[in-house]
């Protein structure tokens, strides 16, 4: 091979490393702010994959752009390449490299998996808790769990050593969270971007669900499982406070007397009943707008 070759693939190499590891970085700007301790470890496993995903993506046009360019036979020429049985090299090394990304790439998951502690509603492990860029594991046991009903098309939030329901979800900063999920009906799903935690909420079982929110702020929560005619509707505010601010919440909120919280999937349905037009689909009835001591 000529030396001028070898410093083309050099300087190729190079810079396809450095553009890959530069997409790696931006890819953290393509989501939600990381509220979690959970965000961190996620968003580092998918700027892992962009990375990757890059360098590979990159290097495969890049090839192909260099033979169509360069090795592409001269005009008017119709004649038969050179006629090559195979390479026994080439075969194992374009084998091996994909399979050792797989098993690299699920090595990796699993340690990020792993570190997030989350074994599934039976089984949960202490989560990390985020400093910066690094992981110490906290012993300390999250309070009591608070208790997480949906059903269509609202949420509604108990805390039980208050006595406090509400329709908006607070949490305080630093502490790991035990959410206790129900489903009064069918289907439905946990899901708050800005934490990258999911938890699927099935009828007729309670799952508990632990994270660690670490930034103050205001997020929010949907429904991630179709649910019927309303559940896009099926929204409300995670409000991450100081653990100061969020136990002066909680006294207040046990002093107001409980009142219905506006539904807007009950409105919706309010509204559509009203018009003299009717549609025809079937829907189901929202449930009655829950009553609780802070509505959102």
């Known amino acids: 091979m000529k030396l001028r070759n070898i410093l083309f693939l050099v300087a190729y190499a190079i810079a396809l490393t450095a553009v890959s590891l530069w997409m790696g970085q931006v890819s953290y700007s393509w989501f939600p702010p990381q509220a979690s301790a959970e965000s961190l470890l996620i968003d580092k496993l998918f700027a892992f994959l962009v990375t990757l995903g ?3 993506f990159l290097g495969i046009t890049g090839v192909m752009i260099y033979a169509v360019v360069f090795q592409r036979a001269a005009k008017y020429d119709y004649s038969d390449g050179p006629h090559i049985e195979g390479n026994i090299a080439l075969e194992i090394v374009w084998t091996a490299i994909p399979i050792l990304l ?5 090595g990796y ?3 990020i998996y792993d570190q997030m502690a989350i074994r599934g509603a039976t089984e949960v492990s202490p989560l990390p808790m985020m400093s910066g860029k690094t992981a110490t594991v906290t012993p300390d046991e999250p309070n009591e769990a608070i208790e997480v009903l949906a059903k269509q098309w609202s949420w509604v939030f108990r805390y039980p050593e208050n006595n406090v329901t509400s329709t908006e979800l607070h949490l305080p900063a630093n502490q790991r969270v035990r959410l206790a999920l129900k489903s009064e009906d069918v289907l439905h799903g946990l899901y708050i971007p ?7 909420i099935v009828p007729n079982e309670t799952t508990n669900f632990e994270f660690t929110p670490i930034k103050e702020g205001t997020y929010r929560l949907r ?3 179709f649910s019927g005619t309303y559940f896009a509707t099926m929204q409300t505010d995670v409000v991450v406070e100081s653990p100061e601010a969020y136990q002066k919440w909680l006294s207040e909120a046990a002093k107001r007397k409980p009142s219905p919280a506006n539904n807007v999937a009950a409105s919706e349905y309010a509204k559509q009943s009203e018009k003299a037009f009717k549609t025809g689909w079937p829907t189901i009835v929202p449930a009655e707008p829950p009553v609780v001591n802070y509505p959102t």
């Open 54 to 56: 890059t360098f590979i």
């Open 102 to 106: 797989v098993f690299w790439l699920a």
């Open 109 to 111: 998951s699993y340690y």
């Open 194 to 200: 800005a934490f990258r935690v999911k938890q699927d």
């Open 223 to 225: 429904d991630s499982q």
